[in-house]
């Protein structure tokens, strides 16, 4: 299940705007150890005030390219631009980017006060404005009461938030985030996700998160890069993420999505029908990608986009007899509240998943198990993809 | 049952072996009779010839000051050591380096020390320094053995620290140099506490080296006790030896406690930390 975005949309989106130049620039980064190919000739551009989201799963290269961006890795090819400067050889204490780490690296030694004042000592900052500047950040983190702490003192949610302050506190243009809500439980992670997106349009700098959760990434990222074995598979915005997919490994890796093999019967401009055994019908796909009759593909449908009926529903544009259209029976019925989700048997083996809102009481619910039921979409609700 | 009757008594005896030598050593200091062997009767006046003894007094002095010198030198050198074998990352040699570092560990002593004449009488007619053996020479020969321990210590301590405490600090502006004053130092301090006091300790007792690199005028304590005993032992040995247990059982009791003391302090603030979260 995909969140909700949290943010509105502004008016023309900065990576639209042909005039604006990314305040990032990563051209065709491959980082190696050994033979070992971690990070492979990644570029993107990401812009002033966005909320970037690396998406990607356990050992996809998502902290090794952070790590080359606040300088304690050097790429082994390509080239990193920050603010249009070439970041080669510039070591991490003289980039314009404050990171914070995946395990908070809090300075054990010291207090709460004196981590955050850390950054601001360095740069020579005079003391009363360190004091002012420490307060304003530990009352923005909401931990005003807890400065004289240490760090071990502090539960895993505090420590997190200081950590927060102690890379925001000097004002970055950059901030990276390395699973900033890893450690945090999930009524903490929703309430935590709002404060960072809110801190980040308060304070307008450019936020760079890491994260595997997908979930996360809809819902507080402006744009989201997903990451599989070093590489970039996609770069959009969530909706575009979750909509279009573009391979089959993006369109599986966010939320849960059906799958029919199929052969192309016939294209005709961004109409595309698609013969499939395994769905027991054709399949009829608006504005789709292009693809030459005859070739092979997959259908990808999201649970939530199928209609499940016990009538084959009447009068769709698109849906008819043997396409777009078929019948399964119902095996297993999973009820979360809001939705259910149904999964719905085809005659040719195929299981398929569907989602559907709540509409009346569970007592009232006409569909149930083994009952033999009509799945149904339209021609916007498919994906073509080539892979 | 049986085997808890065993094992306490696995245990009696391994303490017993360990320890029964070193009671015999102390109760025999307040022996009154001359004879080591024969018990006549509680007295202390062998710690009262030990203060006249001046011969004693001044190889224990010189002993002290050789042992702390040359801990604090080897605590320098063996940080610098452990901080490079830890944090280099992956260099050439790297291995054999490590394996370098402590092969002095298991060196015989006498190897170590004839070395180190050798090295000193050639440098003594190269460049003239150091100028004949003596306290100068000790030091330095503690040092070189003594180093290869606090390395070691520093080293696990560095391995088992965060490196991204380091990289953090890097990352708020601090230098590298900076980084390790304020960051790396502080913490790994107690292995730097711990490093130097086995340093002192092994600079303390050592006989073999340091008979290869003295010369006249610079005996340590170990080599007077070694010396005395072939003319038999004086009971004030033991009361020497008494007052060298007592102080280093102090030193280890009081920094057990101390440690045992902020243990408990870091467990109480958890407690609450969680209880508060
Ligand atoms: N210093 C290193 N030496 C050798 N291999 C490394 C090093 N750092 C990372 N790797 C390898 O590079 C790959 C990518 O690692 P990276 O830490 O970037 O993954 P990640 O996407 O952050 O994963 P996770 O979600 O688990 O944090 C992994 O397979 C890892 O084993
Ligand atoms: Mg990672």
Redesign the interface.
């Known amino acids: 299940m995909a969140g909700q975005p949290i943010r509105k949309p502004t008016r023309l989106e900065p990576w639209q705007d042909p005039g604006q130049a990314p305040y990032v620039r990563i051209e065709k980064v491959t980082k190696t150890f050994g033979d070992f190919v971690a990070v492979d000739e990644v570029s993107l551009s990401i812009y002033r005030n966005e909320f970037f989201a690396l998406l990607g799963g356990s050992g996809s290269g998502k902290t090794t390219l952070l790590r080359m961006l606040a300088g304690f890795e050097q790429p082994t090819e390509g080239k990193i631009f920050i603010d249009g400067v070439d970041m080669a050889g510039i070591p991490p204490y003289e980039r314009p980017v404050n990171m914070m780490f995946q395990s908070y690296a809090l300075f054990p030694h010291m207090t709460v006060e004196q981590n955050v004042a850390f950054g601001l000592r360095q740069d020579g900052v005079a003391k009363a404005e360190i004091r002012d500047r420490v307060e304003e950040m530990l009352g923005l983190v909401q931990l005003a009461a807890f400065g004289k702490r240490r760090p071990h003192q502090l539960s895993g949610g505090q420590r997190q938030r200081v950590a927060l302050a102690r890379s925001l506190v000097k004002r970055p243009k950059l901030l990276l985030l390395d699973e900033p809500l890893g450690a945090l439980d999930k009524k903490l992670r929703e309430r935590t996700q709002f404060e960072l997106v809110n801190i980040q349009e308060k304070l307008g700098i450019t936020f760079i998160v890491v994260t595997h959760d997908q979930e996360e990434a809809m819902t507080m990222s402006s744009r989201i890069a997903v990451m599989n074995h070093g590489v970039i598979a996609q770069v959009g915005t969530p909706t575009e993420i979750y909509e279009y997919p573009h391979t089959r490994f993006v369109a599986e890796f966010i939320g849960s999505i059906n799958m029919f093999d199929g052969r192309v019967v016939e294209a005709n401009g961004d109409q595309v029908l698609v013969a499939s055994e395994e769905a027991g019908c054709e399949l009829l796909i608006a504005h789709a990608t292009p693809a030459p009759a005859g070739s092979p593909v997959s259908v990808a449908i999201r649970p939530e986009k199928i209609l499940l009926s016990k009538e084959p529903p009447a009068g769709e544009t698109g849906v008819g007899e043997g396409r777009n259209r078929t019948t399964g029976i119902v095996r297993e019925i999973a009820y979360l509240g809001d939705v259910s989700i149904y999964l719905v048997q085809l005659p040719t083996g195929k299981t398929v998943r569907v989602t559907a809102p709540n509409v009346t009481r569970r007592t009232e619910m006409p569909i149930t198990w083994e009952d033999e039921v009509t799945l149904s979409w339209r021609p916007f609700a498919g994906v073509v993809l080539t892979q | 049952m049986k085997r808890i009757g065993f094992l306490s008594w696995a245990l009696w005896f391994g303490y017993a072996f360990l320890y029964v030598p070193i009671v015999l050593l102390i109760v025999y200091s307040f022996n009154d009779s001359r004879l080591v062997t024969v018990w006549a009767g509680f007295s202390t006046k062998w710690y009262a010839e030990l203060l006249h003894n001046d011969t004693l007094l001044d190889a224990a002095l010189l002993s002290f000051r050789v042992a702390a010198v040359s801990a604090t030198l080897a605590v320098m050198l063996g940080t610098c050591a452990g901080l490079a074998l830890s944090r280099f990352g992956r260099f050439r040699g790297r291995t054999l380096f490590g394996g370098m570092i402590t092969a002095p560990l298991v060196m015989p002593e006498v190897i170590t020390g004839l070395s180190l004449l050798l090295l000193f009488v050639a440098m003594e007619q190269w460049v003239g320094w150091p100028d004949g053996r003596g306290v100068t020479t000790i030091t330095l020969a503690h040092t070189t053995f003594t180093m290869s321990y606090v390395a070691v210590v520093v080293q696990s301590r560095l391995a088992g620290m965060?490196g991204?405490?380091e990289?953090?600090?890097?990352?708020?502006?601090?230098?590298p140099a900076?980084v390790f004053f304020v960051?790396t130092l502080?913490?790994i301090a107690p292995a730097l506490v711990a490093g130097w006091l086995l340093a002192f300790t092994l600079s303390l007792d050592d006989v073999v080296v340091a008979s290869f690199v003295s010369g006249p005028g610079s005996t340590t304590l170990p080599m007077v006790i070694f010396s005395s005993v072939k003319f038999g032992i004086s009971p004030q040995i033991n009361a020497l030896a008494t007052l060298m247990v007592l102080v280093v059982a102090t030193g280890i009791f009081v920094a057990s406690i101390v440690m045992a003391r902020q243990e408990r302090q870091?467990k109480r603030?958890?407690q609450?930390?969680?209880q508060?979260?």
């Open positions: 965060d991204s405490l990289e953090a600090a890097m990352d708020l502006g601090a230098r900076k960051i502080p913490l870091r603030d958890e609450m930390a969680i508060n979260g």
